[in-house]
């Protein structure tokens, strides 16, 4: 099962999505709008171990340092916290907050 986020913002998505094409346990992918890329997709995989989630974290908040909108398809919300990053890593990898 995976979890779906949507982040939109001023980011080459085509880049970013090759950039990370390493994170195993999460797929990325730039969401086409009229003319070419406007939004990234991150699609986290709930079956993969909180170790393996780390990469996301790390990806997540660089987002936030780029003033991007990141949101959770499956709650509605916006991430724009670590609280909120901590909050989505406690519901989808299964582990305990840092802060």
Do not use: K, M
């Given at each position: 099962m995976s979890y779906d986020l949507y982040v939109e913002g001023d980011l080459d998505y085509v880049d970013l999505a090759v950039?990370?094409?390493?994170?195993?346990?999460?797929?990325?992918?730039?969401?086409?709008?009229?003319?070419?890329?406007?939004?990234?997709g991150i699609a986290l995989l709930s079956g993969r171990t909180s170790e393996e989630g780390a990469p996301v974290r790390a990806?997540?908040?660089?987002?936030?340092?780029?003033?991007?909108?990141?949101?959770d398809l499956y709650t509605g919300t916006t991430i724009a916290t670590d609280d909120d990053i901590e909050a989505l890593f406690a519901r989808v990898f299964d582990v305990e907050p840092t802060s």
């Open positions: 950039l990370a094409q390493d994170i195993t346990c999460a797929n990325l992918f730039p969401i086409e709008g009229d003319g070419g890329p406007d939004a990234l990806l997540l908040q660089r987002l936030q340092l780029l003033a991007v909108s990141i949101h």
